[in-house]
């Protein structure tokens, strides 16, 4: 208690919050790190995902070497860049970018590949010319697996970008280095405390966005519709030895007409 204690006060003082190592500080520089590293891996991840998935080959291969990255811990990666005299924001940048790779590219492959045969064949029965398919048939329909990747890579980053203290860069990590060095450990829980919140505020903001950004046609294609569910909970299923209700009703009219 006394460590939340602690953490409760120092965000409270109205010095954590002002100069360039307070709160607001700090979080300008996390998210621009965060927006340079997510946009350096989209450029990579989302046009390789989009030629993969359009074409329907290579896909696999390609998500699995992205996925493999994945075994690189960030911090090694920074170690990496730090030795070749990289530091600060650009270490911390190119070894995010490279963890933000994997969940776009995977997203964004699965969504052009899951897009249905028949709605393909659809589109050149149209008279639709390849590109056209990808980008007013394909692209749209895979938007929401797309907008997925994006926000997980956003939200792995934001939790990530912390470890740019560690080779002089500037982020909310800074908070928690400093408290460690200093053995403030309420400092270092309050640090803690606002990367979490930081990311629990962009998974709400992306998951609104990313709700937008679908399309109409496909939101209400995946979305039960009332009556009918409504039908469904009434009605019992019918069975084999039911009467087609056509015929059932024919038979009705039958046996209630006049008689000679």
């Keep these: 208690m006394d460590v939340l204690t602690d953490a409760l006060a120092w965000l409270n003082d109205p010095l954590s919050w002002s100069g360039r190592d307070g709160i607001i500080a700090l979080t300008g520089a996390h998210l621009v790190v965060t927006l340079l590293a997510v946009l ?13 998935g359009h074409a329907r080959r290579g896909g696999t291969v390609g998500v699995v ?5 994945r075994a690189l811990p960030t911090l090694a990666l920074l170690t990496l ?17 490279v963890f933000a790779v994997p969940p776009m590219l995977t997203n964004t492959v699965a969504g052009l590949t899951g897009v249905d045969r028949d709605v393909r064949d659809a589109a050149v029965g149209l008279g639709l010319s390849p590109t056209r398919r990808l980008w007013q048939v394909e692209v749209p329909l895979a938007l929401p697996l797309v907008a997925a990747g994006v926000r997980t890579a ?8 912390p470890l740019a203290a560690l080779v002089g860069g500037r982020s909310l990590g800074t908070i ?9 450990y309420g400092q270092v829980l309050a640090g803690g405390l606002l990367v979490a919140a930081l990311c629990l505020v962009a998974e709400g903001v992306l998951a609104l966005a990313q709700h ?3 399309p109409r046609g496909v939101r209400d294609a995946t979305r039960p519709d009332r009556r009918t569910r409504g039908e469904g909970a009434r009605r019992a299923p019918l069975t084999a030895a039911d009467p087609v209700p056509a015929v059932a009703a024919r038979a009705r009219a039958g046996s209630n007409g006049p008689t000679s």
């Design 154 to 161: 956003v939200v792995q980053v934001l939790a990530t970008v």
């Design 81 to 97: 860049f730090a030795s070749a005299g990289l530091f600060g924001s650009t270490a911390t940048v190119l070894a995010c970018a």
């Design 65 to 69: 070497v992205a996925n493999t990255t």
């Design 176 to 184: 928690v280095v400093t408290g460690f060095a200093t053995q403030r």
């Design 40 to 52: 350096l891996g989209a450029v990579v991840a989302l046009p390789t995902g989009v030629v993969l």
């Design 212 to 214: 937008v950004a679908t």
